[in-house]
């Protein structure tokens, strides 16, 4: 918690326009308290209107990944799982792109991102039911199959695309950006963020009695379809959601609950809550990097794989190295 307030308050203060620590909580603490007005408008204006949304963005958007993929790696028992796996990126990455081709309105591109996120993982658990049930296998084979479908169509719409205006907007939003994240953004997706979190909490400590295997879940009295519905239906639509704001953005969902595993272990009853944590600090701190680096913004799904493979393949030694 420390970590994401610091990382919150740096972000808040270091970029083109570098902000005083003072100045930023003087100017925070002006929204609760009556205090005289030391600072100028532009500082005011950069830190409420312009950083404050996106790096709250950043927060929400980092915590469901985080505790998306560290949902899903317990439900599927794959340490290898990200919040990507039933197609919910994909699906979205096709609805945004082809809202970037018929409209010019970024609340429309959302709306069409997050409703053809959800669609594709309905179509991805549709395509799984075997018998009244949902084996885990045939969820991850049915995602491979819906991803890789929404995956072509998007390639198809980057290939009609205007190649001078349509299509750069259509990648540069496929590679992950919270540059056009707003108040009115937050508002509409703060709550569906704070419902989905809130449930993967309450079923944490029974995503451990998934881990061990529908079997033995059964034999404990756990109503594992009930219960991968309810973690899958809160892991996506918290994933969509992100998706929808910020594009994809890679690799948090899978490095980030092996992080949380090496502080607390396995269990995730205290697993979900710090790789919730850790994965908000860590996308405020690449956004900060994202958007000060050069002198042109560099998208976040760039920076989150550049600094993601290696520190996956670090942890992946040192697990070895440990059996």
Not at 59 to 86: C, K, M, Y
Not at 242 to 249: E, F, N
Request: with cysteine; aromatic share 8%; proline share 4%.
């Amino acid at each position: 918690m420390i970590l994401l307030v610091l990382a919150v308050l740096g972000s808040l203060g270091f970029g083109r326009v570098d902000i005083p620590f003072t100045t930023v909580l003087k100017i925070l603490g002006s929204a609760i308290l009556p205090l005289d007005q030391d600072w100028s408008v532009t500082a005011y204006s950069v830190v409420m209107d312009v950083r404050l949304p996106r790096i709250m963005a950043g927060v929400l958007v980092g915590a469901a990944l985080s505790i998306s993929g560290a949902s899903f790696q317990g439900v599927f028992q794959n340490p290898l799982v990200s919040p990507h796996i039933l197609g919910v990126a994909s699906g979205a990455g096709f609805g945004a792109g082809l809202a970037i081709l018929l409209f010019d309105n970024l609340l429309i591109i959302h709306l069409i991102s997050f409703l053809f996120g959800l669609a594709s993982v309905g179509m991805t658990y549709a395509l799984s039911r075997v018998y009244k049930t949902t084996p885990i296998l045939m969820l991850v084979l049915s995602g491979i199959v819906v991803g890789s479908l929404f995956s072509a169509l998007t390639s198809f719409l980057k290939y009609i695309a205007d190649p001078m205006n349509k299509m750069p907007a259509i990648v540069f939003w496929l590679l992950g950006s919270l540059n056009h994240v707003s108040a009115r953004d937050l508002l509409i997706t703060a709550p569906i963020f704070a419902g989905c979190i809130v449930a993967l909490l309450m079923v944490r400590w029974q995503i451990n009695l998934l881990a061990m295997g529908e079997e033995d879940a059964k034999s404990l009295g756990v109503n594992t379809e009930r219960l991968k519905t309810l973690i899958i239906v809160s892991a996506t639509v918290a994933t969509a959601s992100a998706v929808c704001i910020s594009g994809i953005i890679g690799w948090i969902g899978i490095m980030i609950p092996h992080i949380g595993r090496l502080i607390v272990g396995p269990d995730h009853k205290y697993l979900l809550p710090i790789s919730m944590l850790i994965g908000a600090a860590y996308l405020v701190t690449v956004d900060t990097i994202a958007r000060t680096a050069l002198v042109t913004e560099i998208p976040i799904g760039i920076l989150t794989a550049i600094f993601g493979a290696p520190v996956f393949a670090l942890l992946l030694r040192k697990t070895q190295r440990s059996g």
